[in-house]
């Protein structure tokens, strides 16, 4: 089974608000967790990659995954305009490889100026 | 730099009538992907490369063919288009199978007619 949710917004936040963006997931076997950002009209671009339990942070982002609860998050600190997109999160059994990839819907965020 | 790229952007067919569609990649990844994603949903994994190994998935419509003549290019082919088939369409490349990120290009928006 696949099946990964994801509230699909709009998520609309004051400049330099602290955002905060989940995915639940049904499929205990996912051991890779990914979170794209897409902006209209382009593709996917790669944010986070984590294999398991755990946070990891870059720069203004972390990535936090509770394989317990099938639970994951990303927050983004120190919010800007420029990060107003829709989020992607993304998971799958053996990093992306020979199954592909399955996505949520994505998560529309607008960061207010 | 693009390193994934796909031509065209856009792509206007009409009802019935075949289709092509070209991702590149200058990665050299061994692993290419065909994502379909229709307005406000989930990419979806079409089928993937493995090298000169096709995998299917297995809902995949047979009006939906590719070709890899190289590990640089990949074509999508739709055979007759139905008004259904109009989306977005996303390649995607991986290094290889195991524990490798997926990066996609800006896709290919086609319309139907």
């Known amino acids: 089974q696949k099946e990964v949710e994801q509230d699909p917004g709009p998520l609309s936040v004051p400049e330099g608000a602290i955002v905060s963006l989940n995915c639940t997931y049904s499929?205990?076997?996912?051991?890779?967790f990914m979170w794209y950002r897409q902006y209209s009209r382009k593709g996917p671009e790669l944010l986070m990659y984590?294999?398991?339990?755990g946070n990891k942070e870059d720069g203004r982002f972390t990535a936090q995954v509770d394989k317990s609860s099938k639970y994951i998050s990303l927050f983004i600190r120190d919010s800007q305009p420029s990060d107003s997109a829709t989020y992607l999160c993304?998971?799958?059994?053996?990093?992306?490889?020979?199954?592909?990839?399955?996505f949520g819907k994505g998560t529309h965020l607008i960061i207010q100026p | 730099d693009a390193m994934v790229i796909q031509n065209p952007r856009y792509q206007v067919t009409q009802f019935g009538k075949p289709v092509t569609l070209s991702c590149s990649q200058t990665?050299?990844?061994?692993?290419m992907y065909w994502y379909q994603q229709k307005s406000s949903q989930a990419p979806k994994l079409l089928f993937h490369?493995?090298?000169?190994?096709?995998?299917n998935e297995a809902d995949t419509p047979d009006n939906f063919q590719s070709r890899r003549p190289n590990t640089s290019f990949c074509f999508l082919d739709i055979r007759s288009p139905g008004l259904g088939d109009a989306a977005m369409y996303l390649c995607?490349?991986?290094?290889?199978?195991?524990?490798?990120?997926?990066?996609f290009g800006d896709g290919t928006r086609l319309s139907i007619l």
């Open positions: 995607a490349t991986s290094r290889d199978h195991s524990n490798q990120p997926q990066h």
């Open positions: 499929n205990s076997a996912f051991q890779y």
């Open positions: 984590t294999y398991s339990s």
């Open positions: 993304a998971m799958s059994f053996s990093g992306g490889g020979a199954d592909g990839l399955t």
């Open positions: 990665l050299n990844h061994n692993v």
């Open positions: 490369y493995y090298d000169k190994d096709f995998n």
